[in-house]
């Protein structure tokens, strides 16, 4: 199972600052195993965050993405200690979702 | 990279769905239900394709969109790159890599309330320009930068 | 069988953290290189045994920075006679291949298939071309190597001999001895010999 | 009697040779200087939002898991400042161990405790030092860990007791030695100062202050490989590319050549583990 992501939520004024890092390979499907073997595509297609139940943030992703992705954003209408939720799912259908809490 | 696209297709639940996502913007935003992926604009080679793949006619360069990021990447495998938009209503902003196999890296929706900036990191195989592309109030605009790729010390 | 070995000694003290000198793995060697080499194993091309040093190495390691002038011009002296020059006579090859070799750092690395040609690696020390900004600085820039010095057959000499051992000339040089220690062939050195001296190398443009 | 993660070199090769022959950066107008400056930019701007902090997760949690054969967490293990004690630690390591009678460094003593607290075999506990795609180490996972715990913290190698300073001594030596086809030693790259191999700093690890800067920012999370890299993987792949064979994990002459390295570093402040390309 796919390790937990290290969220961070700030408020920075009247915004809040979303900063997240994921554990996942990201495998481009080009490279090769030391057997000469292509090591196939593996890599998070589609990211969500919400907060409050609405959608803040949407991706889609590609291979191109780099390894243990970073991503940050902002959204206006989140308060100290209320929660913003991420979810990830990959290529090979694995999903992750995590949460952190607003400072 | 055929036998990944083939992998890809099998595993992203085929082309229809795609198309109809990309019908509806890059997709529909708040769909939580969402698991498209849409795989046509994944696979273009170029900022034409990846607007028409989006089910946009073209993309006017623009100078309210910013590309902040090194002119030069230590490493092509990490490159940090972030896009700020100032045109209004900005619906969704992607980020592609000219020279990459597959030139579209990420595709973000941005929800009202959602600044228009996002901040990620992209892999590089070579010198290329980068482009920000923005959907906004229903029309495509982009902006271009070169990020160089240097090569590393040790034995390679 | 080192793991047996460990398991059994692990069994009998595992309940006290303090036991003296329970886990000797292996018993300490008293003098440094007798360390050095027990940690180390051999892997794929590179075994133990590159650990031991020739004369020059064994100098240059001895006197890493100030060097008396009797021991600089004895390894000097040692290594000019090791210069082989290649019996065609011929030292200039293809400048266009040079580049390649130049740009190449692989080689000699127990990563590296021993089948595949080394590469020189100059730009990872030298500043060669004006094309390539990613170049190191631990050698001396050779942009116009040729255009300063001319092409003529003692530069020619002495370009091809400071490649194949560049303690010829410079006692303890960073430099590796890339003839005398087989990591390019004379082919090879010959075409780095172009890429330097050629008046149509990006080298001398 | 170990053996070495094929796979685990094989992404090395890879993370070095993954730009090779692809990018002959262009410019004529581009100054050395300008180049190293953007660089610059290039390593803040991979500051923010460092990977490790996945490891340093992932390491807090195997430290205070219960584990191997004796089913036992590692909160009992003193690596330095006392038993159960992390914060610190890293600061004043490789040091001399009463109970083993051993200089050890972070991943020696981690292996140590392996062993003694939780009962895996010595062959178990050191046989998948350095992570790949395929094969997560928990080693790394739990120094990053254990240095995060440190981080802010200076450097205080003591280095008095007889087996120190045997270490040092033969740390020392292991520097200056010039071997292999090439050769090289640590020195040939570490031992003047403002070296640059390709567009890479390499430190004088001779002086104080750049000794201070390299070895307080490992271990790093590389970005070419895509894993948090340990100080042991540090030198194993610096004598690999020395074209030497290979350094043994925990070795005593690895333990002995940090000494001599942590020892130099004195005084500065530890921002581990860091981000590098």
Known sequence: MADPMKIRANMMGDKVVVKVLMAHEMETGQRKDSAGKTIPAWFIQNVTATHN??????AQWGPAVSKNPFLEFRFSGGKAGEKVIVTWTDNKGDKRTDEATIA | MKQSRRDLLAASGGVTVMALAASAGLFKSGDLHAQEWNKSA???????????????????ESKDIAITSPDIAENGAVVPVSVTSKLGKTESIAILVEKNPNALSAAFDIPGG???????????????????????????FYATKEI????????? | MKKLHFATLFAGISVALIAPGAIAQKAAPSNADAVMKASFKDRGQAKVDRLDQDETQRLCSQYPEKRPKDVANKIEKLNLALVKYPSDGKLLGDWKEGEKIAQSGVGKQFSDNPANPSGGNCYACHQLSKEEISFGN???SLYNFGKLRGNTEAIQKYTYGKIYNAQAYSACSN?????????LTAEQIKHVTALLLDPNSPVNK | MQKLPQVALVAVAIGCGLLAGASTAQSNNQSGDATIKEIEKYRQALGDGNPAELWEARGEDLWKKKRGPKNASLEQCDIGVGVGKVKGAYAVLPKYFEDTDK??????????????LQGFSYADAKKNPFGSPERKADMEALVAYVTAESRGMKM????????????????KKMFFHRGGPHDFGCVTCHGADNQRIRLQDLPNLTKKEPAQRAYTSWPAYRVSQGEVRSFQWRLFDCFRQQRFPELDFTSQGSVALTMYLAKNANGGVLSAPSIKR
Not at chain 2, 126 to 137: C, E, G, I, R, Y
Not at chain 3, 175 to 183: A, C, E, V
Request: glycine share 14%; proline share 4%.
């Open chain 2, 42 to 60: 994944f696979d273009t080679k170029n900022l034409q394709d990846t607007v028409k793949a989006f089910g946009g006619s073209g993309a006017a």
């Open chain 1, 53 to 58: 139940g609405k959608t803040v943030l949407s």
């Open chain 4, 156 to 171: 205080n190698v003591a280095g008095n007791h007889p087996k120190e300073k045997e270490a040092y001594e033969i740390g």
């Open chain 3, 138 to 140: 631990i050698g001396p």
């Open chain 2, 148 to 156: 160089k790729v240097t090569l590393g010390g040790c034995g390679g």
């Open chain 2, 114 to 140: 959602t600044e228009p900036f996002v901040s990620t990191r992209v892999k590089m195989g070579q010198t290329s320009n980068v482009h920000a592309l923005v959907k906004a109030d229903g029309k495509y």
């Open chain 4, 103 to 116: 200089v050890e460094d972070l991943e020696s003593r981690l292996v140590t405790c392996m062993v003694m």
């Open chain 3, 175 to 183: 430099m590796p001895r890339f003839g005398h220690n087989s990591i």
